[in-house]
């Protein structure tokens, strides 16, 4: 580090994600000397961070949250603002931003002082998002403590209800979380069975950490993402989507959420979609509420239930 103060901002940065961390991991990582971090962390303290500090060899250094908002900037009015944002931005997954949401919700709530955390409660309680397409949102609570356990490589138990509504309790390292569509997936190594495991995480209840810290654990593939995405689609029907949109490739991925490679670029107003989906019902929705012509060429599952979508409304209509 150039100077003390850089070093200070990067301190904070570090002991702002939600985990323990050694003494020594954090010379290591600052390359600065064990005695050169008490002193900074002493520095953070005069300025009202509480930062906390734990002996033994399981011991470090964690930023706790205090009985006042530490100086991050913020009035109390900012802090309530972005934690109710950062809530909306995290229960309903928004490409591009949704891992972002959660890692910066966790790291607000865990500095929030109780009167704070009260009223964002109780404001997200009072209010009601019209982002959703109907299916139910995912808690902020629940990603938040799945988010600090997998920043911090902790072990994770939880009540799980599989699809059929059988109903385990699960002690995890939990490795990752992916948003993908409409909900959130936790990837995590399960103890119990001995293998790598996908959890939608509106089916978690009651997620605990249980302080223990475990080393990391390389994904099949080394790519979170990719293994979710295998797992899904091997494990529910899916069609392959190929339509003609009257619309820009930039303006369909972004109004349907959907990444920028699933489109194949015509002319400027013209593009095709191809891609895998998982309910037809979704995807016709979306692609009515598009605003522009469009022509679907496969599958034919799709197009016999837009045809029965317009008699319907038709119907509707004339009755």
């Known amino acids: ?45 005069e300025l009202g961070y509480p930062v906390q ?20 900037l913020l009035d109390d009015e900012e802090a309530v603002a972005i934690a109710v944002g950062l809530r909306t931005a995290a229960s309903h997954p928004v490409d591009g931003i949704e891992e972002a949401s959660v890692r910066a919700l966790a790291k607000l709530e865990q500095v929030l002082p109780p009167r704070l955390r009260h009223r964002v409660n109780t404001l997200g309680a009072a209010t009601v998002s019209v982002l959703g397409n109907g299916e139910s949102s995912m808690d902020p609570e ?17 009540a799980y209800e599989a699809a059929d509504g059988t109903r385990t309790r699960r002690l995890v390292e939990p490795c990752r979380l992916v948003a993908s569509g409409r909900r959130w997936y936790l990837l995590a190594y399960d103890n119990d069975r001995d293998d790598w495991r996908v959890f939608r995480t509106d089916r978690i209840g009651e997620p605990r950490p249980t302080g223990v810290r475990v080393p990391s654990r390389v994904p099949p593939g080394e790519d979170a993402a990719a293994f979710v995405t295998r797992k899904l689609y091997s494990s529910a029907p899916t069609y392959e989507v190929v339509a003609t949109l009257r619309l820009s490739a930039t303006e369909a991925s972004r109004k349907l959420g959907l990444p920028a490679d699933a489109f194949h670029r015509i002319d400027d107003r013209t593009c095709r979609l191809h891609g895998p989906s998982d309910t037809l019902e979704w995807l016709a929705a979306r692609l009515l509420v598009l605003g522009c012509p469009f022509e ?13 979508l317009a008699a319907r409304a038709t119907r509707a209509a004339t009755s």
């Open 1 to 45: 580090m150039n100077t003390t103060s850089a070093r200070l901002l990067r301190l904070l940065s570090l002991l702002q994600t939600p985990r323990e961390w050694p003494g020594t991991e954090l010379a290591e990582r600052l390359e600065v000397s064990p005695r050169t971090v008490r002193r900074d962390v002493d520095r953070l303290r």
């Open 53 to 72: 500090a734990t002996m033994g060899t399981t011991g470090g250094y964690r930023l706790a949250a205090g009985k006042a908002m530490p100086p991050l």
């Open 142 to 158: 629940i990603l938040a403590v799945l988010a600090s356990a997998t920043a911090a490589q902790e072990r994770l138990r939880f």
């Open 296 to 308: 679907v060429h496969d599958p034919p599952e799709l197009r016999a239930y837009l045809v029965d």
